[in-house]
């Protein structure tokens, strides 16, 4: 069965630093991975997702994230953290390509200090 | 393009009693998927439904139902609730299909059973 693990349940980073969240997958098979935000009292907001097009994906809001089959992983990062950053990250696997049945990880609450 | 609707936003009911959710997607977008969210058990996907039919579902009991209409609007029905149905329910409706894929969460339902 797939799973994601997230490392770290909160970060905090200083605004203009490098944002670095972690993300390591168990899939049987290719899968299909996600990063999404939350802010307080709202839905998700998809930053970008990896479907085996290219390693190196770039999504929203000066977001990227590489995926290294090799380690499993799909780490999210941000050259320079903005306070408008400050919100909840979650990692999400499918492997299929139904974007409908998604196993999320437990969040990563990022906090921006000034 | 409107958003994905969720009606209602809040809902206090107690214990014993049934409730219905409802979501509106995004139009065009036949797929809905719900998804449970709580502080203990994170985020947690109950069921998808793609043209009226359930394509996916996962591990919660009988007690949780739901079902699509012919203009994808979909419903999502709690009977017999229990304290820890307390949740924030989200809905998420999606369009699969080249560059156009993509998916978006609605803001979500807060359930809370007294």
């Known amino acids: 069965a797939q799973s994601v693990t997230q490392l770290g349940s909160h970060v905090s980073v200083s605004e203009g630093a490098l944002v670095l969240l972690r993300c390591n997958y168990s899939s049987s098979v290719p899968p299909y991975l996600f990063w999404y935000v939350q802010y307080p009292n709202q839905g998700l907001q998809l930053l970008l997702k990896?479907?085996?097009?290219?390693?190196l994906v770039k999504g929203i809001n000066g977001f990227e994230a590489e995926f290294k089959k090799s380690e499993t992983s799909f780490h999210l990062t941000k050259p320079s953290a903005h306070m408008s950053d400050a919100a909840e990250y979650f990692c999400a696997v499918s492997v299929t390509d139904s974007w409908g049945k998604l196993q999320f990880g437990a969040g990563t609450q990022v906090v921006v200090t000034p | 393009k409107a958003g994905v609707t969720q009606t209602p936003r809040y809902l206090i009911k107690t214990r014993g009693q049934q409730v219905t959710l409802s979501c509106s997607p995004i139009?065009?977008?036949?797929?809905v998927s719900w998804y449970q969210q709580t502080p203990g058990q994170g985020l947690q996907f109950l069921f998808e439904?793609?043209?009226?039919?359930?394509?996916n579902k996962g591990n919660f009991p009988g007690r949780f139902s739901g079902r699509q209409f012919s203009n994808s609007r979909s419903e999502m029905n709690v009977s017999t609730l229990e304290l820890g149905d307390s949740a924030l329910y989200l809905c998420?409706?999606?369009?699969?299909?080249?560059?156009?894929?993509?998916?978006?969460f609605g803001p979500g339902t807060r359930l809370l059973v007294l």
């Open positions: 990896y479907t085996s097009a290219a390693t």
């Open positions: 439904y793609f043209s009226e039919t359930q394509r």
């Open positions: 139009s065009g977008h036949r797929s």
């Open positions: 998420a409706s999606s369009y699969s299909g080249g560059a156009e894929e993509t998916q978006y």
